[in-house]
């Protein structure tokens, strides 16, 4: 059985797992009632080696990472959670950090800890 899939993919390594199982139920050499489930062929054609793309098989996606090359190009903001402080009024408030950064050399020109995640404290008071 397991030479039978790995002798399928071998011939069209364009098949996914999917169409693997059913060529091998089509060439009548798997009993109907006998379970191929795609997990477990997936498993054994990639410990054979025949999951991985050959290398001289061009991918038709672009897959690099989103960024721009020269500084200034574009610059963006990030807002992550910090740690809960108490105010005045002794009640405790969520805090956030607010970052403006350049995107291709990551420098952060501007940094501050606010109480709200809106855009009012982007803004100087």
């Known amino acids: 059985m397991t030479d039978l899939l790995c002798t399928i993919k071998e011939d069209k390594r364009e098949l996914s797992v999917r ?22 062929v997936h498993r054994l054609l990639s410990h054979q080696g025949l999951m991985a793309k050959r ?6 996606k672009d897959r690099r990472h989103f960024a ?10 990030d807002v992550t959670h910090a740690v809960p402080v108490t105010v005045e009024s002794q009640r405790r408030h969520r805090t956030y950090l607010i970052a403006f950064l350049d ?5 952060a020109s501007f940094a501050a800890f606010a109480l ?7 803004f100087p008071s």
Do not use: C, Y
């Open 55 to 60: 290398p001289e098989e061009p991918t038709s």
């Open 103 to 107: 995107d291709a050399t990551r420098v």
């Open 19 to 40: 169409m693997v199982i059913e060529a091998a139920r089509a060439s009548k050499e798997v009993p109907g009632e006998m379970e191929l489930a795609p997990a477990t």
């Open 68 to 77: 721009f090359d020269k500084a200034n190009e574009l610059w963006m903001s």
């Open 116 to 122: 709200s995640e809106n855009t009012q404290h982007f």
